[in-house]
Every structure is written in C-alpha cells, then in structure tokens.
C-alpha cells in the first residue's frame, strides 16, 4: 500500500478519515472510529497502534510541539506512549512521525534484540516500503 500526499488536506471529511486509515494500513493499525467522547481521557486517538495513543495531524499550519504536548496529555491519561503522525510539507517529507527520544530509544532496542545478528528488515526481499527496487527517490 502507498500512501499518497499531498501539500493540501484532503477537502472532505471523508477524505481525511481516509488519509488516516492509509496511515494506519502501513502499519497495520486500524483507525479508531470517533464516538464523539471528549474531554481528558475521552479521546481514544486515531490509531490503534499498540502501546501507543496515536493522532493523525494536518500539516497546514504545523505545529508540532503544541500537537505533542495535546497527544503527550492524551497519552499519560491513556497509560501509554505518546505517537504523532502529520503530514509533511512535501509528498517526499510525508508523513512525518514525532516520537519522544526515550520512547524511540526503547522501541528501536527493543527492535534490535528482537532482529538478532543478521541482515535487517531492508534486506533484498524484505524491502521497506517505498523503497523496493526500482522506487523513486
């Protein structure tokens, strides 16, 4: 599955909620309907990534710190870690990921134990996505 983007939000409701399960299938995390619960602790995110509470987020007017802390906040009262995921300025720089540093250190460590000695995931025949032979730069 290729995610597309683009420099403009999808113009339709519809058409965000399906960026955000785009999103979701490169992970195979499925988006989690909005039930209309607010408030702290109301909002169960937009993906259901495990052991992480995860917002998609439009690049229009980034804001990514002010987008973190809101998802941090979230995240804390949810008993999880803290995930978000926003468009990029560019199809190429799209979407981005903003991780806090300890909770990347442990995921990629994590990741590293689970691999053990031997090529990684990028290896021929387990190319990542968007970059299989012949993928554009």
């Not at 995390?29 to 052991?51: C, F, K, M, N, S």
């Not at 290896?123 to 299989?132: E, H, I, M, Q, Y």
């Amino acid at each position: 599955t290729t995610l597309r983007c683009t420099r403009r939000m999808p113009l339709t409701r519809s058409g965000w909620k399906g960026y955000e399960r785009s999103a979701g299938r490169r992970v195979g995390a499925p988006r989690i309907p909005v039930t209309g619960r607010q408030g702290p602790g109301g909002d169960p995110g937009d993906l259901a990534i495990e052991g992480f509470y995860t917002e998609v987020r439009d690049q229009k007017r980034p804001r990514p710190v002010r987008w973190m802390r809101e998802v941090w906040e979230e995240a804390r009262l949810h008993k999880r870690k803290p995930l978000l995921i926003f468009k990029g300025p560019a199809p190429h720089l799209s979407p981005l990921v903003l991780l806090r540093w300890a909770d990347f250190a442990e995921v990629y460590n994590r990741g590293r134990s689970d691999r053990g000695p031997g090529p990684d995931a990028a290896s021929p025949g387990r190319a990542l996505p968007d970059t299989a032979p012949g993928a554009g730069s």
